[in-house]
């Protein structure tokens, strides 16, 4: 698997806290890789603070994120669909979306055909922290030899003739 990947970071206003928790918990990971974020959860990680130790080994810091974070539009103003895209051009290699089950989304077309893609293309996705960590810290991630696989059915469709 390539070594810098092309990582989208989603999330659902009721578990943006839980997403940036996340971010920063795995900050160290994240900013080898390129961030992709929808609106606001793109703000919030590029305005994120971590706390360091200092030194001395007793002194706390607080030090901005530092990975590369690329905002797009909000989910509901196109941004996911931004991401779907990507994701059918081959540009996006994992997908953390923390989406609040409980609630329809006004967008939930949307939310709906980004889980699809993601399944469709055979991207690493997550939907949970815990998924989201264990995706993250997989082996596979540091092999060279790994390559993702890219469905048959997709080439099938795409030459299917119609009558």
């Known amino acids: 698997m390539k070594e810098i990947l092309n990582i989208a970071l989603v999330a659902h206003d009721s578990r943006k806290k839980e997403l ?8 160290s990971l994240l900013s080898k890789h390129n961030l992709y974020a929808t609106g606001t959860t793109g703000k919030l990680i590029s305005e994120l603070s971590i706390a360091t130790e200092g030194e001395d080994g007793k002194e706390t ?24 895209a990507m994701i059918a051009e081959g540009k996006i290699d994992m997908l953390i979306f923390f989406c609040d089950n409980l609630a329809v989304q006004g967008h939930q077309n949307d939310v709906s055909a980004l889980s699809r893609l993601a399944s469709l293309y055979n991207i690493a996705y997550a939907t949970d922290r815990t998924t989201a960590d264990m ?29």
């Open 61 to 84: 810091l607080a030090t901005p994120f530092k990975g590369k974070v690329t905002r797009l539009l909000s989910g509901p103003l196109g941004g996911d669909q931004q991401i779907g």
């Open 20 to 27: 940036i928790d996340w971010v920063r918990y795995n900050s």
């Open 135 to 163: 995706l993250l810290t997989s082996t596979l991630l540091g092999d060279e030899t790994y390559q993702r696989i890219i469905p048959d059915c997709i080439q099938k469709y795409a030459e299917r003739k119609l009558q």
